[in-house]
């Protein structure tokens, strides 16, 4: 297994090389990948995943949803089919849990480069004065951190909140969403289904998230 590792460092090390990236660095640890992963991550600002397991042996595939909960950095999570991720149009999936919060300050660095910024926020019809009550706070903030193109949205809850959330990828042409990570349990989302979870799998756009 080391003899492998060395020779996908060296594979690794060649294609930085061949993109002319001179900041890389390979490290290689007999362990479980999802805790290796979380552990190497105490190094980096954002850490960047795919959405899919290779296979479920955990000793050879990274578990995106533990990783999700371990990391303690912001994960940015690629589909495989997506190439690049020009960040010019976020939308915040808003819920009024700590990982959103989370979310929308490690999300900073992506809103200060976009072009517009969609604050969005699913809820009951008799929850949308609190809703937009939200939204203008988080608006708020992102202001004071020279965030000026934002727009809010409510929507309303006739569907699930994720595929409200796909649909509004769709109408508004987003580009990277940004949201909080396991706002209920892990286990509650496994059991009953849950945003984090299905966005996962179904996104077709990149996805930041934070727990």
């Not at 700590?98 to 008799?126: G, K, M, Y």
């Not at 796909?166 to 209920?184: F, K, M």
């Amino acid at each position: 297994m080391k003899s492998l590792l060395d020779l996908k460092g060296k594979q690794f090390c060649a294609a930085v090389a061949k993109e002319g990236r001179r900041q890389a660095e390979w490290r290689s640890v007999l362990d479980f990948p999802t805790e290796v992963l979380a552990h190497e991550a105490r190094a980096a600002d954002l850490v960047i995943i795919g959405n899919e397991r290779e296979n479920r042996d955990p000793f050879r595939a990274l578990d995106p949803g533990s990783f999700l909960l371990k990391a303690g950095r912001p994960v940015l999570v690629v589909p495989t089919s997506v190439t690049s991720l020009p960040p010019k149009r976020i939308a915040i999936a808003w819920k009024e849990v700590r990982e959103a919060r989370r979310a929308a300050q490690d999300a900073l660095p992506f809103l200060l480069q976009a072009d517009s910024v969609i604050i969005v926020e699913v809820a009951q019809t008799n929850e949308a004065n609190q809703a937009s009550h939200h939204l203008k706070d988080v608006a708020t903030y992102l202001t004071r951190h020279r965030i000026k193109v934002i727009a809010q949205r409510i929507r309303p809850a006739e569907v699930t909140v994720t595929e409200s959330l796909l649909q509004l990828i769709h109408d508004e042409n987003i580009n990277l969403i940004v949201g909080g990570a396991y706002g209920h349990s892990r286990l509650g989302e496994w059991v009953f289904g849950g945003v984090t979870r299905e966005l996962l799998v179904e996104s077709p756009i990149c996805c930041l998230f934070s727990h």
